[in-house]
Nanobody, 119 residues
Framework: VQLQASGGGSVRPGGSLKLSCAAS????????IGWFRQAPGKEREGISC???????YAPQSVKGRFTISRDDANNIVYLQMKNLAPEDTAVYYC??????????????WGQGTLVTVSS
């Protein structure tokens, strides 16, 4: 029972990527799903969350650039990222929890997907 992030890769500054978060062993529609990232030498941080009713949350650092969406019919949550910058380089993860809760309460972490932004 876990979530698997995919879709990472290497892009140039200003580029775009769309990440996918697929669930196995449970139905996504009953949970809030968050996207997180961890850059080398830094703590894991939350970057987007979508609640069960479709409300989305994101910190100011990614607002206007990252868009989270959910496709409950296919059991997938997406993260569309545009205008990427080198500081967005990190391993990206998804997990289930409560959008208003702390990172420590999220669970079903899977292996992340690496995003590298470099010229």
């Amino acid at each position: 029972v876990q979530l698997q992030a995919s879709g990472g890769g290497s892009v140039r500054p200003g580029g775009s990527l769309k990440l996918s978060c697929a669930a196995s062993g449970f139905t996504l529609e009953y949970y809030d799903i968050g996207w997180f990232r961890q850059a080398p030498g830094k703590e894991r941080e939350g970057i987007s969350c979508v609640s069960r009713d479709g409300t989305t949350y994101a910190p100011q650092s990614v607002k206007g650039r990252f868009t989270i969406s959910r496709d409950d019919a296919n059991n997938i949550v997406y993260l569309q990222m545009k205008n990427l910058a080198p500081e967005d380089t990190a391993v990206y993860y998804c997990a289930r929890g409560e959008c208003h809760g702390p990172l420590s309460d999220f669970y079903s972490w899977g292996q992340g997907t690496l995003v590298t932004v470099s010229s």
